[in-house]
């Protein structure tokens, strides 16, 4: 899910906790909770500044280790820790468990984004990411935000973030169930699919696919229960050429190919230099694929500069390409 979201989860969970005896008897524990499980709902995420590096490293490890078994067990020590240094008479024991908690909600919601997480680390690398919800939905959000605003208004925290859990975990059954009803759309669209890959949008009724037969790509747009194939593309491997090999020791392309399950690749030769492109084709928006890899390479095979993330028109990827420095 996006930080805001995970913020006002955070501060739900908290509300929650005034159920737990000792909390709602001890105003600096309450208060103690509150911000463990705020700092909890966060901290996975703290590998955000990945960023500050690349989008290479980002994308290899974002939703990695700090998603993982040992993190989860590691985020309440520390984060608990922490708030004892400004509240030490906080019951060490309840503000613990209520920050373990909250590590524990952050990554299981973090699942049902497409993206998902290697929340099975250090037993298995893979990504468990279920399609379900987007990274930010509007009505996860704002039912967060009604339930915060009912608080102050003087109703019981705890009632109030239990019934606003209960909705959306009602509304997570349904939208799991929209998902299913996608998937076997798709199938009777295309007998032939080997894979389907269905990722949610920013809207209720509206999802991307992207498909795998033996010999093609399809890439889908599934509204309200119509399913319409928008691209077919050649299902080609990777060739073995020189270009293309060299192309693939770039550190953007091989975050990209560990990252993208379903992608195409061009290769072009300009002027002076070849360019190869990689395209993931989970994002189709607006006759556009955003999500990218592309490299620069002299004649020589030497690459002279690659970039690999979000880019949403041809314009704004060529400015990205001129203005990066060279390697």
């Known amino acids: 899910m996006d930080t805001g979201t995970h913020f006002v989860m955070g501060i739900a969970l908290g509300g929650i906790a005034t159920l737990d005896p000792v909390i709602a008897q001890d105003p600096v524990t309450a208060h103690a909770v509150l911000f463990g499980t705020i700092a909890g709902s966060q901290a996975p995420d703290l590998d955000t500044i990945l960023k500050l590096r690349n989008n290479a490293y980002y994308i290899r490890n974002h939703r990695g280790i700090t ?13 608990t820790g922490l708030i004892l240094l ?16 909250a590590v524990i909600l952050h990554v299981f919601v973090d699942i049902f984004n497409a993206y998902g997480t290697q929340a099975l680390r250090p037993f298995s690398r893979k990504w468990v990411a279920l399609g379900v919800i987007n990274t930010f939905d509007p009505f996860i959000f704002f ?26 975990a009602l509304y997570y059954v349904v939208r799991y169930r929209m998902k299913l009803n996608v998937a ?131 314009k704004k990827l060529r400015k990205k390409l001129e203005f990066l420095p060279l390697k």
């Open 67 to 79: 998603h993982s078994i040992p993190a989860v067990m590691l985020w309440p020590l520390l984060i």
């Open 86 to 101: 400004f509240a030490p008479e906080a019951n060490i024991f309840h503000l613990w468990i209520w920050t373990f908690i």
């Open 184 to 314: 076997n759309a798709v199938k009777k669209l295309i007998p032939d699919a080997n894979e389907i890959i269905i990722s949610p949008t920013y809207y209720f009724n509206q999802w991307h696919v992207a498909v795998k037969s033996e010999e093609h790509f399809y890439v889908i747009r599934a509204v309200r229960g119509e399913i319409k194939i928008l691209d077919t593309f050649d299902r080609q491997p990777i060739p073995d050429i020189p270009v293309i090999n060299a192309a693939c020791k770039d550190e953007n392309v091989a975050a990209f190919l560990s990252f993208s399950p379903v992608y195409r690749w061009e290769a072009f030769e300009h002027n002076d230099h070849y360019e190869v492109r990689f395209i993931d084709l989970r994002y189709r928006s607006k006759g556009y694929y955003p999500f990218v890899a592309v490299v620069k390479l002299d004649f020589h095979l030497n690459i002279l500069n690659s970039y690999t993330g979000w880019i949403f028109s041809e």
């Open 143 to 168: 039912m967060h935000i009604v339930g915060i605003i009912v608080w102050q208004l003087g109703l019981d925290p705890a009632t109030t973030f239990i019934g606003v859990f209960m909705i959306i």
